[in-house]
T-cell receptor, first 116, second 112 residues
Framework: DQQVKQNSPSLSVQEGRISILNCDYT??????FLWYKKYPAEGPTFLIS?????DKNEDGRFTVFLNKSAKHLSLHIVPSQPGDSAVYFC???????????????FGQGTRLTINP | KAGVTQTPRYLIKTRGQQVTLSCSPI?????VSWYQQTPGQGLQFLFE???????NKGNFPGRFSGRQFSNSRSEMNVSTLELGDSALYLC???????????FGPGTRLLVL
């Protein structure tokens, strides 16, 4: 049972344009969402997060949007740069509703390629 | 501030052996979580420790166990290794509930 889904295994974007990565979830208990970036042979690097009380969070070139009614979140990267090429994972947890549990449930990842 | 460190970075074992992986969290972080990454299953939660207590456990067999020490360092043990245990094992630390988890570089385990 895939509770967090990233339906696009790969995405190719021109440098300077906007990259939009999507993520859907099924568990309505999730109240905290994160995006991580991962290079081969390295651990995931935290990018940005959003709690369920918000619908948008922005940090520099990265913006995460949360649509609770659709159980959908997206990561926008603008403008896209070659160094953004990596695998992006969305993750969700039910932190505030489950007595401190820190379990992250990850999507399968989307490989983003930024073309010069 | 030093990040999460994991040792060893690479490990080769044979079926039936056991292995212990180590994780040192970011200074001040009391929560340590372990994840397994494989090509087929993606990133899956193993367990989480906070103040030396296991708070949450994923859907893995009892061959996978862990512990946390008073200095928040954590170890993960896998006994009776199987070929399917070959994976990247990632450790993440956070200050606590609701705080962002930061990952280490991982330990790549190959079981032959």
């Amino acid at each position: 049972d895939q509770q967090v889904k990233q339906n696009s295994p790969s995405l190719s974007v021109q440098e300077g344009r906007i990259s939009i990565l999507n993520c859907d979830y099924t568990n309505s208990m999730f109240d905290y969402f994160l995006w991580y970036k991962k290079y081969p042979a390295e651990g995931p690097t935290f990018l940005i997060s959003i709690s369920s009380i918000k619908d948008k969070n922005e940090d520099g070139r990265f913006t995460v949007f949360l649509n609770k009614s659709a159980k959908h979140l997206s990561l926008h990267i603008v403008p896209s740069q070659p160094g953004d090429s990596a695998v992006y994972f969305c993750a969700a947890s039910a932190v505030f509703r489950s007595q401190g549990a820190q379990k992250l449930v990850f999507g399968q990842g989307t490989r983003l390629t930024i073309n010069p | 501030k030093a990040g999460v460190t994991q040792t060893p970075r690479y490990l080769i074992k044979t079926r039936g052996q056991q292995v212990t992986l180590s994780c040192s969290p970011i200074s001040g972080h009391r929560s340590v979580s372990w994840y397994q990454q494989t090509p087929g299953q993606g990133l899956q939660f193993l367990f989480e420790y906070f103040s030396e207590t296991q708070r949450n456990k994923g859907n893995f067999p009892g061959r996978f166990s862990g512990r946390q020490f008073s200095n928040s360092r954590s170890e993960m043990n896998v006994s009776t290794l199987e070929l399917g245990d070959s994976a990247l094992y990632l450790c993440a630390s956070s200050r606590g509930r609701g705080e962002t988890q930061y990952f280490g570089p991982g330990t790549r385990l190959l079981v032959l």
